[in-house]
RNA sequence: GGGUGCUUAGCUCAGUUGGGAGAGCGCCGCCCUUACAAGGCGGAAGUCGGGGGUUCGAGCCCCUCAGCACCCACCA
């Protein structure tokens, strides 16, 4: 065996033999497990939430295959229609062509060739994460069985009346063309002005003066509204004014909606270009004038001088004429929240056109009820109030998309405007007797992606039909998912689930943290700070990274920022850890629905722990080389110590730990039991213990077979254990240890998870190796502390000790000189002089140090050690004097404080022993 | 404007029905001890954001204030 552990020899070649295999498939088995992978974008490539996400479901997977469930991990991509098309049109843009000038057809067709070349991209990433998906069912959501359902599912809703075509204002985005949901908008506060402008009455008698942010809607205003209420514009309602720039007159209206303690009082009211304008205009009946393009340049509905002109040309014009004109009264600095699509980052514009919208309503009533009634239940529990919320003031969802790259929706339109839903042409020209003259076009634009997102779970077990998958693996067991798509996925796959399979689509919902930076900062391409999972794998050179980390910018002038910030964060690059190592680091990163800040310095941490477990190995196996087994395969008993009996109860106990914070999803607790038993119990204290008694002459062969044995039996449950943090060094290291305990099986990986009550735990054992390992860690804190060399053997005395205590110090003598490095231990009546002593239950170990100490320093620190005792003590004697802490305390905690109290009078009466010793040897010294 | 979460060691974070403040990294000292220097042994370090309350007892429960982060929302 390598001395080193170095992942990057081991992982590619187990994944495929793991992947050629098949064992990613359904292994059988009388519980179903399932996990439907929230479909990445197709063409995108793995970021750190991907890898983190992945990484928790595939421990989960591999625990639950490896405890006997029938488990399938689907996969999948998504076919991201906004996000797609926009790459594939800044392709075209390159080479000087666009979408408009290909066409419909040739573009789907350059869409599709670039889904065929970089589709593979991110499930190549993902198997580098040692995911054990089912890849021979991976699925797309344009694939014909993810089409075949969104056809029925929108033509069913269309059929009971739950999907509807309106025209309304929608959220535009004038970049892309297309209307997009009120989830796609992100709304920021920005920096803008609020332009008071004067709108002359129309009887001369002066003006009223409007406060907006948009002076350019001005040309689509249809009234001039003011409070009811408000006494300063009570004799103005039912007026008229003129509107400026237009020459047209605008009643003025009183609507409740107007806050008369805002800007003046009195506010433009554009029916066609503000949603809550439009709200009122429909109050008041108020005409729609649309003054925009789709690109938001002014219409031919505004007048001459603004036609083609850009929305904010538009408004530098206005302003202008507004200026000349008078009627400008003042500019005011203001901040306003803007919406800008989330994808385009253009101004968003309400604009009225025609949509396809689902009524949401009826599907969100049993959607809150499945969460509240507990058939779907959210970790962490606080999730459920984010999704309530938003369910409970769910608008109709506009579903319809003016892009080419989608399922195209199933509505066909004839010359006199009549719609026809249904799965296609020739279908509906029966179905409704149409004649052959009659001609038919279908809708030209497409669903919004997470339309056919919310049907993933069903779907592609082969929903609409009834296969075994559906009846085996749905409802699915859990989802795992990042909680900034609760309201786009979530909740829209419980509202389409519980419609269409009449069951909720997963049993629980763990939402995960976001990956951030180890700032704190959103990893972002602007920022340069991106870690790409599979450098922190393979490790990536400076230069490498810093060229990775500024190419491609939108903003080209901040690369050498981003080359510094690199250079200083990275000043190595970044080292091959491994993908075990980075699986690891994951696992103790998903404390409970908190963003995770990702250090490096951690995933090294862990690589460590990786070359830990390696060398445990590497140690055990030389062990066994060295002192063969009695006989292959035909294990014999042996005659186990209480270190033996000791570890197994604390594997026993670690496993236990995991499985039960498994249970809860605390992959940070699971892994962290499992850490702390490697290293600090195995590898600290009984590998060392284990090497004593195997080395030393006086060794029974029958203890030496069962120690053996049990180094063997213990690493071989721990690897198991460890198997779905870590898959990859456990199955390399498993292979090589299985010979020796007469195993013989091709993988770790369907192999049992190790049960805590399949291995026999004794508490004798442990009060035995507690005591010795407190008598050992005494000593050697004195030597430490005196500053003794290491080689140096101590002569110890003891005093005192249980009879117990006095068996275990006869037992372990080999194992306490050689780790405390003692010469003789002997057991005296009296302190000797200048003798340091430590503890070791109601033992007292004692050093005599005359020659190695300095007697002044000694007492000070003795006089120093003093201190929290006597505090510790004045604390639990003012709560055993309090006649309510007896009365209202419960016993055991009463019968604590007493034997701190006894524990700590020994203490101090010990100390003070010490300290007058030291004093005595003080004076008979002349100091 | 409404809501959620957070504030514990220098840093990142655990702390599960209220009962002796923890881990990793970093730091300090000693050590290449035959599995591992990607290591071993030992150590220092926190008035648990401030204030108040409930309780025999509060990091944990209640109130309040402050700061940070995020989500939702139609104030021109």
Redesign the pocket.
Known sequence: ME????PGAIESAWYSHWESKGYFAPQGGDASYCIALPPPNVTGSLHMGHAFQQTLMDILIRFHRMNGSNTLWQGGTDHAGIATQMVVERQLEATGKSRESEGREKFIAAVWDWKNESGSTISRQSRRLGTSMDWQRERFTMDAGLYAAVQQVFIRLYQEGLIYRGKRLVNWDPVLHTAIS??EV??EEEDGH?WHIRYPRMDGRGHVV?????PETLLGDAAVAVHPADTRYRDLIGDTVQLPLVDKAIPVIADE????????????ITPAH???DY?IGLRHDLPLINIFTADATINAQAPPPYRGLDRYAAREQIIADLKLAGLLERTAAHK??VPRGDRSQAVIEPYLTDQWYVKIQPLAEPAIAAVKHGDIRFVPE?WR??YF??MH?IQDWCISRQLWWGHRIPAWYDDAGNIYVGKDEQTLRAEHQLADEVKLRQDSDVLDTWFSSALWPFATLGWPEETRELDLFYPTSVLVTG??II?FWVARMIMFGLKFTGNVPFREVYITGLVRD?A?Q?MSKSKGNILDPIDLIDGIELDSLVAKQTAGLMQPQFAPTIEKATRKAFPRGIAAFGTDALRFTFAQ?A???????F?V??I??Y??F???LW??T??IL?QIESTPLASDGDLPEGEPGPAERWIMTHLAQALTATTSALASY?F??AS?ALY?FT??EY???Y??LA?ITLSAPDTSPAREQAILLTLLHSLEILLRALHPFIPFITEELWQKLIPLAGITADTIMLQPYPAADEIPQDKAAVAEITWLKSF??GV??I???R?I??GKRLAVHYQGGSREERGWLENNIACIKALARVSTISRTMQIPEAAVAAHAGDMTVLIPLAELIDPPAELTRLKRQMQPLAL?KRRILS?LD?S??IS???AA?IA?ER??LD?TEKSIRHLEAQIEGMKKLMYNTGL
């Open positions: 001395k080193t552990y170095k009120d989830l992100v709304t609020l409007i406060a907006t942010t948009r909606y107007v806050d008369p303690a805002f800007g003046t009082g009195c506010v433009k503000d949603f809550n709200a306003l929240m606080n109030k984010t919320d938003w003031n909680f900034d309201f180890a704190g959103k990163l404390t409970q629905g908190r963003d995770i800040r250090d310095g951690r090294q941490g690589r460590n990786c070359n830990k060398n445990a590497r140690f030389l605390r940070d607790l962290q702390e290293w600090d590898c600290d204290w590998l060392e090497k050992i860690s050697r804190r030597r430490a502390e500053d060399a290491p510790a709560k309090n309510n802490f209202k305390a419960p905690v604590r034997t701190k524990e």
